[in-house]
């Protein structure tokens, strides 16, 4: 009966890993979901960003677009072994800013929340004003206190 068990076990157990690492895959696929809002000088985007430090993510500006990609990790617990990794590791989603929307990339802000959202501020300038194509942006983590909820 002890073998039966332990075979039961096995099984079960490499089922778990088989499904946590499917929905890993998928959570991969699918883009960080994304809301964008509008102020009178300024775009602001919010990204579902969980378990992010400032440190995992990457944000660009090019032509129009916000691109987000995430490279998170997970922790260690020290007694406890993994039977489901579940959570996708490598994340990205992206915004596209309406089309007549004249932003300064460089004048803009990205910070992860305790909340784990990313919001990423880009103020709009004059249709005069000329800017890069692309343009990096740093990310920095902020307190919640800091903004209204999410």
Do not use: C, I, W
């Not at 690492?21 to 959570?27: D, S």
């Not at 090019?62 to 990790?73: A, K």
């Not at 800017?131 to 990310?139: E, G, K, Y």
Request: net charge negative.
């Amino acid at each position: 009966m002890t073998r039966l068990r332990e075979l039961g076990e096995s099984l079960g157990g490499t089922v778990l890993e088989g499904l946590g690492r499917a929905a890993a895959q998928l959570q991969e696929q699918t883009p960080l979901p994304a809301d964008l809002l509008e102020a009178e000088d300024r775009f602001l985007a919010v990204f579902d960003a969980p378990g992010v430090e400032a440190e995992d993510v990457k944000v660009r500006f090019e032509n129009g677009v916000l691109r987000v990609q995430v490279d998170r990790f997970r922790g260690f617990y020290d007694g406890f072994e993994m039977r489901l990794p579940g959570r996708g590791m490598s994340l990205d989603g992206e915004v596209a800013l309406p089309a007549d929307a004249e932003v300064d990339p460089t004048a803009s802000t990205a910070a992860v929340t305790e909340t784990g959202t990313l919001r990423v501020e880009l103020p709009k300038v004059d249709t005069d004003v000329t800017h890069s194509d692309t343009t990096a942006l740093n990310v920095d983590e902020e307190s919640t206190a800091d903004h209204d909820e999410e």
